[in-house]
């Protein structure tokens, strides 16, 4: 099973229909066609609910993911921020020093279940697949989810003499910024790593900068790591230690060099977990994560957020930068997919790549003119980005095939499709317009974030997450005013509502294509922790940015104008669904990601568990009957 994040049905065939992808070609065409089917996603289609339906062969209702984001259990409106938290994995330090990561999703992944069944599993990069699943006869990767040493989903350092105050106080979104002041060609500066175990402290690295060594280049010392580096270049991978009492934390990062003349500008990667020696393991077994780094005979990138679309996104790298270092990942994936693959110890390889999700997010722009980020040079340069990436999957697709015997099965997914996002809906500045939500001493905007100047007395309904909203229920919310009594008649006010919503700036197109009931959509065992509402935006709309953790700005809309300008993660799942291509005549028609967990369980003979919510896309069992 590979797995191209992201990859949607239009572009594919498209670019099919073009000749540019060969490989893809042949097997859609392959038994009358019978080798390509859409993928029907998860409600919402986006990668954490999807990849977990696609682990645990359920919905969301029953594994848990809903978002990116979760609410907490009990929001504290009154005085302080509600809580929001990560919605996937939990990864604390705790007073002793121990890391601890926790998959906050139900449900036993299908890989688990077989290789303890004796099917031999290799799984490499799965997103949400962190911390790794024990199996008795498996070996896994984590991929998304697997956090930097920083604890966060990932965070770069932006090194510059050009730093201000304001950006070291408040960086941009996945980013840390830090001043640079050079004193006789000398500076110094600190990274920061962990958190000190029992504080609120973060462990640091001093590194120094001395210019002019090599003859116009920089020599960046990282706690006693020498890098000689020119402007433009790109370490090596280094390795580094963080210090603090006893607790001593291994990573990796890189460093690149922006620029050397009238400023100094450094870029260096989030510092990723140590193969050899990881904070927390991000490999079962633990060793698996060194063998693969002896086996491509470098370190590979570990951070599971593994391309940097927050650098891009703050343009603090140019889209050469982020492309270049795109390249470099993907090699060393198809690498140890390909060096994997090679071997004969395996019964189920599942692998995932997420380039082709990232680089669709980040070129969207280019290649719609009407973008209010479109940019004719740019996209002279770099309009092709996200085929290349597309061709890239091709390519890695075609050396699969060779390594393929007669008798062996390829199934080859992506989680979603793609659209465009051009314009953004302030979803609590429309709550607040229809009465349902109210600001404190009667505001019409809140510039702060986490609904903090809300006026829980007077608000029924809020939004947070990429496209949830919920009623401040009473019972439930911890200053809840509305009844269960009179929730469905605001439920469907609020659907009317966004339904009836036009953009009347932009020709009265339509913003919102379906607003879904949760209590309809959410059904099984972890539905109580379900949005009350799901809505699903139209061709270039989504959520704004600022409604995601709960901003009030004062207007209704907002342009996009950030490079992440293609999105899907509050698009309607009828029309964002992923591709399935196989080298065997697929049965089903119309396919569906919980459908590959039962598929793997009939394939290798394994009686499919009751609680699936697919089917097998084959009808008998099409390998050997393992031992
Ligand atoms: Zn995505």
Do not use: C
């Amino acid at each position: 099973m590979l797995g191209f994040d992201g990859v949607d049905p239009r572009w594919l065939t498209q670019w099919v229909h073009a000749g540019k992808l060969p490989t893809l070609q042949k097997l859609m065409e392959a038994d009358s066609g019978k080798g390509y089917r859409l993928l029907g996603s998860t409600n919402p289609p986006q990668s954490p609910v999807a990849w977990t339906s696609f682990a645990t062969g359920t919905a969301p209702g029953d594994h848990g993911i809903f978002d990116f984001i979760a609410r907490g259990s009990n929001p504290a409106p009154s005085g302080g921020p509600i809580q929001l938290r990560v919605a996937t994995t939990s990864f604390e330090v705790q007073p002793s020093g121990a890391a601890v990561a926790r998959n906050l999703r139900s449900g036993v992944p299908f890989w688990q279940t077989l290789g303890n069944a004796g099917v031999r599993v290799v799984a490499l990069n799965v997103p949400y697949s962190f911390p790794p699943d024990p199996m008795r006869d498996g070996r896994m990767l984590s991929g998304l989810g697997v956090p930097d040493l920083r604890e966060t989903n990932s965070t770069f350092t932006y090194v510059g003499t050009d730093v201000t105050d304001e950006q070291q106080q408040h960086p941009p979104g996945g980013g840390a910024m830090t001043k640079l002041v050079i004193k006789a060609g000398v500076g110094h500066f600190e990274l920061e790593g962990p958190s000190v175990p029992g504080s609120a402290d973060r462990m640091k690295l001093p590194a120094t900068v001395k210019l002019g060594t090599p003859a116009g280049g920089v020599t960046v010392t990282l706690a006693g790591t020498t890098l000689a580096l020119l402007p433009q270049q790109w370490s090596d991978f280094v390795e580094v230690e963080l210090v603090h009492e006893s607790t001593r934390v291994k990573g990796i990062l890189k460093v690149l060099v922006l620029e050397l003349g009238k400023q100094t500008r450094l870029f260096i990667t989030p510092i990723g977990f140590h193969p050899r020696d990881p904070y927390a393991p991000f490999s079962y077994p633990r060793a698996f994560s060194a063998q693969l780094a002896d086996e491509l005979g470098h370190f590979y990138k570990t951070v599971g957020w593994d391309h940097d679309t927050s650098a891009l996104n703050a343009e603090l790298i140019d889209e050469a930068t982020f492309l270049a270092d795109m390249d470099a990942v993907e090699k060393d994936r198809r690498q140890m997919l390909l060096t994997r693959l090679a071997k004969p110890d395996w019964d189920l390889l599942i692998w995932v790549s997420t380039a082709t999700d990232r680089v669709a997010h980040m070129f969207y722009r280019l290649m719609d003119k009407q973008h209010p980020r479109y940019d004719a040079a740019l996209a002279k340069k770099y309009g092709d980005a996200v085929l290349h990436e597309y061709q890239r999957m091709d390519a890695t697709v075609a050396q699969v095939l060779t390594k393929l015997g007669a008798e062996d099965t390829l199934l080859i997914l992506s989680d979603h499709g793609f659209h465009n996002y051009r314009r953004g809906l302030h979803v609590n500045q429309w709550l607040m317009q229809h009465g349902l939500l109210a600001l404190q001493a009667g505001a019409r905007s809140s510039s702060r974030e986490l609904l903090v100047d809300v006026d829980w007395t007077k608000t029924k309904a809020y939004a947070v997450g990429t496209g949830q909203i919920y009623l401040n229920l009473a019972g439930r919310e911890r200053d809840g005013i509305v009844s269960r009594a009179d929730a469905p008649r605001l439920l469907q006010q609020i659907h009317d509502g966004l339904l009836a919503l036009r953009d009347t700036e932009r020709a009265a197109a339509q913003v919102v294509r379906q607003v879904y009931s949760g209590a309809q959509i959410f059904t099984g065992m972890r539905a109580a922790d379900a949005p009350d509402l799901q809505l699903a935006f139209a061709e270039n709309y989504r959520t704004s940015w600022q409604t995601i953790l709960g901003g009030i700005p004062g207007a209704l809309f907002a342009d996009n104008d950030k490079k992440w300008s293609g999105d899907h993660a509050a698009s309607d799942v009828s029309e964002t669904s992923g591709i399935l291509l196989s080298n065997r005549p697929i049965m089903r028609q119309a396919p569906s990601i919980v459908d590959l967990a039962p598929t793997a369980h009939v394939y290798f003979g394994q009686s499919v568990p009751t609680h699936y919510a697919g089917k097998s896309l084959f009808s008998a069992p099409l390998a050997a009957p393992t031992p």
